[in-house]
């Protein structure tokens, strides 16, 4: 199995483009996660999705908006880039009710927005 | 706020010796916390977590620890080899919030040969 595979993997942008990361999970999981990683700091959550057919706002979501496609597809998008966007993004999943956050990642999204 | 992180940024050890990576936390309500390992240019793996209720669970290699009087988690690495070198961060989760995790800033290990 894949797991959980993000694309693209490195992006490029000006300051005031649009673009939408994108992840999809094959594990059958009904939680998926968007977290951001800025450099020395640890992962901060931009949005989370319980389930399918809905998505709410984590820590950092100013900026962002999200799409839960379907059970396996989680997007996030980025209606005008900044600088301050600048990071690692990376997708997660996980089994609903895991409390004890188990969390899937995929291999991250390296976004520069010059 | 509530905030997890870690005492030191940095740890080198010798290869075949025991690794010991410390974090503070201050939710109190926290039900679960978690060590998370992640290589360079890869995504962050599960390791092992601990509940609340307890303050010892042992895995292949790992220890982790949890004293709740002082709000700190440790995690053991047993003969820590090359292969552990990596960025170690510990989280913390209550049960309510589902699994959005607070993610402490990391440990860099390196383990010299």
């Known amino acids: 199995n894949a797991g959980v595979t993000q694309t693209p993997k490195f992006q490029v942008l000006k300051t005031g483009q649009s673009m939408t990361l994108q992840c999809a999970q094959d594990m059958n999981h009904n939680s998926m996660y968007w977290y951001r990683q800025d450099p020395g700091m640890g992962l901060r959550l931009i949005y989370y999705s319980a389930s399918e057919g809905t998505t709410d706002k984590g820590e950092v979501p100013n900026g962002y908006n999200v799409s839960r496609l379907n059970k396996r597809e989680f997007s996030l998008r980025l209606e005008s880039a900044a600088p301050s966007q600048t990071s690692v993004y990376f997708c997660?999943?996980?089994?609903?009710?895991?409390?004890?956050?188990?969390?899937?990642f995929g291999e991250g999204s390296r976004l520069t927005v010059l | 706020g509530e905030s997890v992180g870690l005492h030191l940024p940095t740890l080198s050890v010798q290869e075949g010796d025991n690794s010991i990576i410390n974090c503070a936390y201050s939710?109190?309500?926290?039900?679960?916390f978690i060590w998370y390992k992640q290589e360079s240019g890869k995504g962050p793996q599960f390791i092992i977590d601990i509940r609340s209720n307890m303050d010892k669970r042992q895995g292949q290699r790992v220890t982790v620890l949890l004293n709740k009087t002082v709000k700190h988690l440790s995690l053991q690495i047993a003969a820590t080899q090359p292969g552990d070198s990596a960025v170690y961060f510990c989280?913390?989760?209550?049960?309510?919030?589902?699994?959005?995790?607070?993610f402490g800033e990391g440990t860099q290990l390196t383990v010299n040969p």
């Open positions: 939710n109190s309500a926290s039900d679960y």
């Open positions: 989280a913390e989760n209550e049960e309510t919030s589902g699994s959005r995790l607070t």
């Open positions: 997660a999943s996980s089994e609903v009710g895991s409390g004890s956050g188990e969390l899937f």
